[in-house]
């Protein structure tokens, strides 16, 4: 079948990779993509949030599948307009990516459907806000409540850093309209992990667990980011808890989305800190983590382009999905300066030495092809990503 395949970062080009690799995929072609995705589909200039561009080129290329690789698309809702005109998308509609699109209507479904979360309250003035910080213990999870590119989270044991982050997003607007409701959430004591599954709208076929690594510096230092590095599995979460997250959380999601007329086709993400009171929901996505899908696809044995299809079509029911045994841990390599203000267009060297070693695949996220050379053009830059038949192998090929 012939693929498009919406996005450009890592995520992207580790679902290009896959898709690639899929024998039920004879064509993929990728909007706007970037030069590692390029190694593996046609590419072509289309803004994914552009739905009236994006309706356009499905409309001339005619794909059996589109793959949405990003949130803000579908909060935009490309996924509506595609389906509209009777084109298969792995990816949920506008009214069901409201999950991540809105962090306060995700705490709704999740209070409807009892899933285990944090407790949590909503605001949009900064002196009510602030006042609630005097109820709360230390540390402080500010939320910013829309889309903010995976950097709208401060977790902090100071008080004054809580009050300048609610200040930032309430008076400064430094997340523009994403920014303009905060939620201020109990802390979740815990180790993460991260459970995302394919759904048809009814039924949730789960991947493996991934952990993702969000703060900026080594030894779980510096600003959140948009996730820095991840490894699958994570043995902290066996089968038996996957299982019991599966039922106690996934699966209530799906049903609550399909009760209330917005059912959820594509991949539902689940982020999760394993308390001492069992597992509670930190966030839930509308789409694959990134850059937890660049630890879980060199696992992937089974044919990703027949998973996505069967999802976008409305039947899991047969469907099943395989792992290799192998270990798989992925390193960000990110511009100097972020999750902050940073420099780009300097030159990558060693993509090719990289790629040849053994185990390894470099995945592309903020690169750009310029005078022949790959130039830096993003914050995050490269996931190197490495199998080994252990943790400390892969670790080892990845550095």
């Not at 024998?23 to 289309?46: C, H, K, M, Q, T």
């Not at 595609?82 to 699109?101: M, N, Q, S, T, Y």
């Not at 399909?258 to 086709?265: L, M, N």
């Amino acid at each position: 079948m012939k693929v498009l395949l919406l996005g450009s970062g890592g995520r992207e080009s580790a679902l290009a990779w896959a898709l690639d690799r899929s024998p039920s995929v004879d064509a993929l072609i990728a909007a706007p993509g970037n030069p590692g995705i390029g190694a593996f589909a046609e590419l072509r200039g289309v803004d994914p949030t552009d739905v009236a561009g994006v309706l356009d080129l499905a409309k001339e290329i005619d794909p059996q599948l589109v793959v949405v690789g990003p949130e803000a698309p579908l909060v935009a809702g490309v996924g509506d307009a595609l389906r509209d005109v009777g084109i298969a998308v792995f990816g949920p509609d506008a009214a069901a990516a409201r999950i991540e699109g809105s962090k306060s209507y995700a705490k709704e479904l999740m209070n409807a459907a009892e899933i285990p979360t944090a407790a949590s309250r909503s605001f949009d003035r900064a002196d009510a806000a602030i006042a609630y910080l005097h109820e709360m213990e230390p540390p402080y999870v500010i939320k910013a409540d829309g889309l903010a590119a995976g950097k709208g989270v401060v977790v902090t044991p100071d008080r004054d850093e809580a009050v300048a982050a609610i200040e930032g997003c309430l008076i400064g607007d430094k997340f523009g309209a994403a920014g303009r409701s905060v939620l201020i959430e109990e802390f979740l004591d815990g180790e993460e992990t991260s459970l995302i599954a394919f759904s048809d709208g009814a039924r949730v076929v789960p991947c493996e667990p991934a952990q993702d690594y969000k703060r900026v510096f080594d030894d779980d230092e510096g600003p959140n980011t948009g996730g820095m590095g991840s490894y699958s599995p994570v043995p902290s979460c066996p089968p038996s808890l996957a299982d019991e997250i599966v039922g106690q959380v996934l699966e209530p999601m799906i049903a609550e989305c399909a009760a209330r007329g917005t059912p959820f086709r594509g991949a539902l993400y689940a982020g999760l800190a394993l308390t001492t009171a069992g597992p509670k929901v930190i966030e839930f996505n509308a789409r694959f983590g990134d850059p937890e899908t660049q630890a879980l696809l060199p696992r992937l044995t089974s044919d990703l382009g027949e998973l996505c299809l069967a999802a976008a079509e409305g039947d899991l029911s047969g469907a099943t999905i395989k792992w290799s045994g192998d270990a798989c841990v992925s390193l960000v390599l990110a511009s100097g300066g972020y999750p902050g203000a940073h420099e780009t267009g300097f030159p990558i060297s060693g993509l090719a030495q990289a790629a040849a070693q053994e185990g390894v695949q470099v995945f592309h996220a903020g690169t750009k092809e310029e005078n022949g050379d790959i130039v830096t053009a993003g914050g995050r830059v490269l996931a190197v990503s490495a199998v080994g038949s252990d943790f400390a192998v892969a670790r080892r090929r990845a550095y």
